[in-house]
């Protein structure tokens, strides 16, 4: 017996769908909050000193923490290629825009101290705020729009059409979603500048995390509600083969009403998805508020979890419906690699995701502890 075979087609594409999901959380529960600190740096720092403190906070970490974004994009690439290929062409502008505030973020924290110059400072220090502000925006706004499905197509050859324009991407809708993207990360920025620091910075940071909880919370019930009132889901409407071949227009697909809350009715339970968004965010408002310090961070992460997976389990088995030609539309039963290439990526994964995950907590553990003005004003130290 070939070894990939001890795990069939069909579960192989459901265990990557899990994955995928598990490392788009992953970034966003770890450098999520590096995009919050570089979004709050103009406002919970009040000097130059204040400043440093906050940048420090992330500084050591914020390389390792991005790195769950590159295996999410790595994953993307090479295990679901038409996935890959739809949203790295359709979204290319969006992707650039990203990119280009990504790039900030480095140049921001070598270069902020180079010169002795307030001016110069604060330039950078702006140039942080968009390198947090953009990709957390775009993503959101990405979301919003595979909610609602992408203008593309597949012809008869599989060669992809897409259909859409940049400015097509910002929709209300999609617009609403990237402003919950950015107030989450805010909330949870700010939950790791509570644990991180002392002193004011920890209290302005406490203040601005509440209002960021607050407007979470109304901007997820507001996006669950529209949804469910103004925006059509996709199901299919075929027989589908779980381990059948990579093609999506073998099957036949239906937009209707309420599609998106099909799998709770079905499973009752996936409303724990959901139900950890507004619970946690509600939590993380009340430990803040309270002054608790690790707290709010464990909480931010589970509204940030219950937040994002409740997208992944109301639109299985699809991840990008076509709004222009429902057939076209990718689903985890039709749109994978081949089963070798899916089975080598668990082993390989298998390895290699625990020993990230354990240099991770190693990192974390190492530098664990706050920081504050004397660290950074000491000229024996690292600090940015």
């Known amino acids: 017996m070939i070894l990939s075979e001890l795990i069939d087609y069909g579960t192989l594409r459901l265990i990557w769908w899990?994955?995928?999901?598990?490392?788009?959380?992953?970034?966003?529960?770890?450098?999520?909050?590096?995009?919050?600190?570089?979004?709050?740096?103009?406002?919970?720092?009040?000097?130059?000193?204040?400043?440093?403190?906050?940048i420090n906070t992330i500084g050591p970490v914020w390389e390792g923490n991005q790195v769950w974004l590159i295996l999410g994009g790595g994953a993307i690439f090479a295990a679901w290629p038409p996935l890959?290929?739809?949203?790295?062409?359709?979204?290319?502008?969006?992707?650039?825009?990203?990119?280009?505030?990504?790039?900030?973020?480095?140049?921001?924290?070598?270069?902020?101290?180079?010169?002795?110059?307030m001016r110069w400072r604060s330039g950078w220090d702006w140039a942080l705020f968009t390198g947090g502000f953009v990709p957390a925006l775009i993503f959101g706004v990405a979301v919003g729009n595979v909610l609602q499905g992408v203008p593309f197509r597949f012809a008869e050859d599989m060669g992809i059409f897409y259909e859409g324009s940049f400015f097509g991407l910002l929709n209300?809708?999609?617009?609403?979603?990237?402003?919950l993207s950015v107030s989450m990360l805010v909330m949870h920025g700010s939950a790791w500048l509570a644990l991180k620091t002392d002193g004011?910075?920890?209290?302005?940071a406490r203040d601005y995390g509440s209002v960021a909880a607050l407007i979470t919370l109304v901007l997820y019930v507001a996006a669950g509600a529209i949804l469910w009132a103004y925006i059509s889901g996709y199901r299919i409407t075929s027989a589908i083969d779980p381990a059948g071949p990579s093609n999506p227009l073998l099957k036949t697909v239906v937009a209707e009403s309420g599609a998106w809350f099909a799998n709770y009715a079905a499973h009752p339970w996936l409303l724990v998805a959901p139900a950890l968004g507004i619970i946690g965010t509600i939590a993380t408002f009340l430990a803040l508020r309270?002054?608790?310090e690790i707290l709010p961070l464990l909480t931010g992460k589970l509204a940030i979890f219950g937040i994002i997976s409740s997208v992944g389990v109301s639109m299985f088995?699809?991840?990008?419906?076509?709004?222009?030609?429902?057939?076209?539309?990718?689903?985890?039963?039709?749109?994978?690699?081949?089963?070798?290439?899916?089975?080598?990526?668990?082993?390989?994964?298998?390895?290699?995701?625990?020993i990230i995950v354990a240099y991770t907590?190693?990192?974390?553990?190492?530098?664990?502890?706050?920081v504050d003005a004397a660290q950074v004003t000491d000229k024996s130290s690292h600090s940015y």
Request: glycine residues 8%.
């Open 84 to 117: 890959y290929a739809v949203s790295f062409s359709g979204f290319y502008l969006a992707m650039f825009l990203i990119l280009a505030a990504l790039i900030l973020r480095p140049v921001g924290f070598k270069y902020r101290s180079k010169r002795d110059s």
């Open 361 to 370: 907590s190693w990192v974390y553990h190492v530098l664990w502890g706050k």
């Open 290 to 292: 309270s002054g608790a």
């Open 200 to 204: 004011k910075i920890s209290w302005r």
């Open 172 to 179: 209300p809708f999609a617009l609403l979603c990237g402003l």
């Open 18 to 54: 899990v994955l995928l999901g598990v490392l788009l959380i992953g970034f966003a529960a770890l450098d999520g909050f590096d995009l919050g600190v570089g979004m709050l740096l103009p406002f919970v720092g009040r000097n130059d000193i204040e400043r440093r403190v906050v």
């Open 317 to 354: 088995p699809f991840i990008l419906p076509s709004s222009i030609d429902a057939k076209s539309s990718l689903t985890v039963w039709d749109s994978s690699s081949s089963h070798l290439t899916l089975f080598i990526m668990l082993v390989v994964t298998v390895i290699f995701l625990p």
